[in-house]
């Protein structure tokens, strides 16, 4: 079980995770949040937690395991309208503020581009970011959020266990999963005051930076060197000893 007033005790902020709904069990904390913002139920910074997300949403339609009453699963919501342009930073900010959460507790974690989190090589958790646009402002945005914190290697399903891990297998011990929660959401409500700034933070975590990638783009597949983020957060990958710039690839 989740216990809220453990996430509260341990939050170093000024609105983030003030307002907490918290699930027994969830098909998703991203599909609950938006529901909960059409029915005027949100508040900027409030956070959706589930001990059991049954239905983890990834990029691409993807689903993401987390173990019961083991993983962390969380979104965070935000209400107030902002540009597109400072939109577009926010899953670079969501991602350092987990890589700094992680580190926090102990382990050494990379970030794979776009939305990826990964201990020792081997994933251990992604983010998702949703939004709504009208008038050329985004209006509400939901940031998704799922760690593997305490599975074992059993808990895995077998064709995922080879490349998956939690932070309790990396770090040898259990974590508190209210205590990464209120961790993150602090860095990440730091963070938020300096967006521009983050892509450099983002590019001290990234795993394959200077390295051979390979992704899809349109109806073929590119191999490239990846050389960083620019202050959009898009991906910048050699090609041919040509610079190219991509807002959404999936690297492999």
Known sequence: MIFTNLIQTNLRTIQFGKDIEYYQRLESTNVESWDLIKKNNASHGMIVITDNQYKGKGRNNNTWFMGSSKGLAMSIILTKPMSIK?????????????????????????????????????????????????????????????????ENENDFPEDIRASSTSLSIETGHTNQRELVCAILTTYFEQLMGSLTSNFKLWENYCSHMNSKVCFHHGNSEHNGIFKGINDKGHALIDIKNKPHTFPSITLK
């Open 86 to 150: 400072d939109a577009e930073l926010i899953p670079i900010t969501i991602g350092v503020s987990v890589a700094k959460a992680l580190e926090n507790r102990g382990a050494i974690p990379n970030l794979k581009w776009p939305n990826d989190i990964f201990l020792e090589g081997k994933k251990c958790g992604g983010i998702l970011c949703e939004s709504r646009i009208s008038q050329n402002m985004v209006q509400n945005m939901v940031i998704g959020i799922g760690i593997n914190i305490n």
